[in-house]
């Protein structure tokens, strides 16, 4: 049986928080992109970028948990995340709320990332249907 996108997922955050970048470059599509809601030209633009991205951050000791992993519908799954440490420049000093991203998914690849600053905003772009997602 084949993996589901939400499988394939799961999968590529526990693969990113082990550290094994070769089985994330298997997931990323070589012309993924990956960046902010509304940004569309900013972020990364394909996989070796969102690579370098994702070293460079655990490099600097961040780690994400995968909170949730949603099916939606066109080949999208819905993740709300957890960052362990602060954004840069934040005085509190705590780690942020969970956060969220949108992920597609073509032929068994990412092929698209989007993150929005926190749980609700990404709920919300998911579409109706998806409020009971826990945020």
């Not at 970028?49 to 655990?58: D, V």
Request: charged share 25%; net charge negative; proline share 7%.
């Amino acid at each position: 049986m084949p993996e589901t996108n939400v499988e394939l997922v799961r999968r590529g955050f526990g693969a990113a928080a082990g550290g094994d970048i070769a089985a994330v470059r298997a997931m990323l599509a070589p012309e993924v992109r990956w960046h902010g809601a509304g940004d569309d030209q900013g972020g990364c633009q394909n996989r070796e970028q969102a690579l370098r991205w994702m070293s460079e951050g655990t490099g600097r000791g961040i780690r994400v948990q995968l909170l949730e992993a949603r099916e939606l519908k066109d080949d999208r799954v819905l993740v709300l995340l957890q960052r362990n440490l602060p954004r840069e420049g934040d005085p509190s000093g705590e780690p942020p709320s969970p956060h969220g991203q949108i992920l597609t998914l073509r032929d068994g690849k990412i092929t698209e990332m989007v993150a929005y600053p926190t749980a609700e905003e990404a709920v919300g772009a998911a579409g109706p249907g998806v409020s009971d997602a826990a945020v």
